[in-house]
Antibody, heavy 120, light 112 residues
Framework: QLQLQESGPGLVKPSETLSLTCSVS??????????WGWIRQPPGRGLEWIGS???????FYNPSLKSRVTISVDTSKNQFSLKLSSVTAADTAVYYC????????????WGQGTLVTVSS | EIVMTQTPLSSPVTLGQPASISCTSS???????????LSWLQQRPGQPPRLLIY???NRFSGVPDRFSGSGAGTDFTLKISRVEAEDVGVYYC?????????FGQGTKVEIK
């Protein structure tokens, strides 16, 4: 079945750019039935939707992060990525990549998550 | 932004007994296409969340039938008919009707 795996640095300095990649296996990222996204969870806290990229390449981002976020897809590598600029300690979180379904508008599956700490 | 409010935030339950979690949205979750995009997710300790229920009451593939969802408009409920040990974790409601998509604060289900 489809699996997602996040990768990227676990430590990012304040004011720098957080960059994560999600590798998709067991299915094509180009399917018109699904979209892709990122969700984060600060340690011990709840879930925050960061944004999603839809079939055709359109993107929607959380306004709380909008000016700092970019989500893109690389179909040749069956991957999608997240870039979050000008990070602060408040961006410390577990970052999950997810697949969304146009019919259910639910997220499944989820990657295992990767902890990114913002610290000098 | 639609605010999702869950109650209670913590629910100690006896094994085999029912549990119920409420989720209220600050605006109606009925989409212009007629659907209501309210989901429930379960996050077991140390695990990523997983989808349990979508569009209010539809159980996702592989979800036991002791889980059920109900509601309409702005008020929704997740029920577990008989809590089992593997149900321990945090449950979130989530709306995908209007951007930005938002989650409830989470409800921790634990065994008494």
């Amino acid at each position: 079945q489809l699996q997602l795996q996040e990768s990227g640095p676990g430590l990012v300095k304040p004011s720098e750019t957080l960059s994560l990649t999600c590798s998709v296996s067991g299915g094509s990222i180009s399917s018109s039935s699904y979209y892709w996204g990122w969700i984060r969870q600060p340690p011990g806290r709840g879930l925050e939707w960061i944004g999603s990229i839809f079939y055709g390449g359109s993107t929607f981002y959380n306004p709380s992060l909008k000016s700092r976020v970019t989500i893109s897809v690389d179909t040749s590598k069956n991957q999608f990525s997240l870039k979050l600029s000008s990070v602060t300690a408040a961006d410390t979180a577990v970052y999950y990549c997810v697949r969304g379904d146009y019919v259910t508008r639910g997220f499944d599956p989820w990657g295992q998550g990767t902890l990114v700490t913002v610290s000098s | 932004e639609i605010v999702m409010t869950q109650t209670p935030l913590s629910s100690p339950v006896t094994l085999g007994q029912p549990a119920s979690i409420s989720c209220t949205s600050s605006q109606s979750l009925v989409h212009s296409d007629g659907n209501t995009y309210l989901s429930w997710l379960q996050q077991r300790p140390g695990q990523p969340p997983r989808l349990l229920i979508y569009k209010i009451s539809n159980r996702f593939s592989g979800v036991p039938d002791r889980f059920s969802g109900s509601g309409a408009g702005t008020d929704f409920t997740l029920k577990i008919s008989r809590v089992e040990a593997e149900d321990v974790g945090v449950y979130y409601c989530m709306q995908a009707t209007q951007f930005p998509w938002t989650f409830g604060q989470g409800t921790k289900v634990e065994i008494k």
